[in-house]
């Protein structure tokens, strides 16, 4: 699509990837239908979940695979998404390999037990649809339900196409499961954007994905009777805080692990996958920083943008948990001016939370780039091409000296 | 509606093309007048905003020939094709179009002749194929076999190839 050869990053998916995997199919699958036929691949221990729109279609289907007997899984139907995840946790300290889904509302019912799940460091991998919390009642995309999930100690996959969602669900169980990482993975795609949209996705024959992620090894095993252990016990100022530091830590090795399996996944599958991804950074002069779907949709204009005149590139960012503080500093400090792109709100905040974590990374970084902020498509407000234009059109202005950095809104009435 | 995004899609993958389909998203109600899309191209593309300038329009149900909603962000290089019983003249007059880009097809007749009822999803398929040959159609039939054969039938499904062929060939011999 570019004509004039898209250069990338080193932590970037690169073009000349290896060979496709032996026995790769090409399918038609929506967002919904990826993410239930990795986890098929997967064939977790357990999956319980509750369903919520939009992500009914990835529990319908799975389901499908459990009444067919194409998945050994114990799938477990609750009465909430709080059941769901307390029954995720004990599965998960029992020494299953876990999997469940939500959205949205869904979420915010799991909250406490988010935190709980991350404490236990139980690798569960979760697939989030993004949508718009209440109220108003509104069932369409936007990242304020898993943006507020930012701090509950999960690491936080964003995916910006069918393919890519599918992927990261089959790459999360590996992260997760990572020694020293041991932590939760939520698997972000936009609601309806790409849960419900249908394109081409390259399906890993099943042997390849079950030899990827290896059988599971069970680690602190409540079944282990030879080696009992106690899970959730009172903490208080003893060693709580010893606690909470190992945590943090096991943040720092979730780095390394996500970037060796991203690399490990791209010799299996021929699609490598970094940290974040870079479109036409070396020579730019401004940059969007954005996730989801809108990242792709950006990256497809590019072109446009370059055809303008704009020295623009762009930052998909792919990990915001943990975030990539030192990548944003190293690929945006030499540019001008930068606009970060949040389908949230942070009410009361100078911002939106992506926005927050790159201007704190540049402005310790002590760089001179102007950094903007955009706030857009909240519950589900389109973000268009000529958005994206104005954007960067605005960067080029802010570069000059003639526009200042702030936060304002795309596609709202004001 | 939905299907025929679908169908059509999975047309576009046989032909190794890339491709979207999507409903317009939110709850659908029985009888409601509802919105699918598709992109179709030889080549990857990277898109995931709403399609408010569509190259092609294709209206299922006649009655929606007035509503403005069917010509929003139509330009003069789209092409509009309506299952209609009248001719193209006057209903690119109704809508504001130039003759020239509307085309119309008797879906419906088409449908109940083949098919046994008023069905013209699949039919208005062979005219988008027809007009725009944006998949072959041979990949439509097979997508179809494949898609809904079991679902209805192997009489209900020739009736539906029997459709998009004649529909088909009507938009080709004008």
Known sequence: MSHRGRRTGSGARVLRAPAPAKGTIVKALRGADAVAEAMRQVNPGVVAAYPITPQTDVVERFSEFVADGEVGTEFVTVESEHSAMSACIGAAAAGCRVMTATSANGLALMWEMLYIAASYRAPIVMAVANRALSGPINIHCDHSDSMGARDSGWIQIYSSTVEEVYDNVIQAVRIGESKDVRLPVMVMFDGFIISHLLERVRVLPDKKVQSFIGPPRPVYSLLDIDHPLTYGPLDLFDYYFEHKRQQVDAMEYAEKAITDVGKEYGQVSGRLYGYYEAHELDDAEVAVVALGSTASTIKGLIPEIRDERIKGGLLKVRLFRPFPTRDVVRRLSATKAVAVLDRSASFGADGGPLYLEVSNALGRAGAKTKVTNYIYGLGGRDISHEHIMRVYQDLTRMARGRLKPGTRYLGVRE | ?174
């Open chain 2, 1 to 174: 509606m939905v299907t025929a995004a679908r169908l059509l899609a999975g047309a576009a993958l046989r032909a190794d093309k890339y491709f979207q389909a999507f409903p317009e998203f939110g709850p659908e109600r029985m009888g409601a007048p509802i919105v699918a899309f598709n992109r179709i191209s030889s080549r990857p593309f990277s898109n995931y905003s709403q399609i408010s300038n569509p190259d092609v329009v294709v209206v299922i149900d006649p009655t929606l020939l007035g509503a403005e909603a069917v010509i929003a962000g139509v330009g003069e290089d789209a092409i509009f094709i309506a299952n209609s019983s009248e001719e193209a003249r006057p209903v690119a007059g109704r809508l504001g179009l130039e003759p020239g880009q509307v085309y119309v097809v008797d879906a419906s007749r088409i449908a109940r002749e083949t098919i046994g009822r008023d069905i013209p999803n699949t039919a208005m398929l062979g005219g988008v194929v027809g007009i725009t040959e944006i998949v072959p159609l041979d990949d439509v039939i097979e997508e179809l076999k494949e898609l809904m054969g079991e679902k209805l039938g192997s009489e209900r499904i020739e009736g539906n190839i029997e459709a998009i062929r004649r529909t088909f060939e009507t938009i080709r011999a004008r």
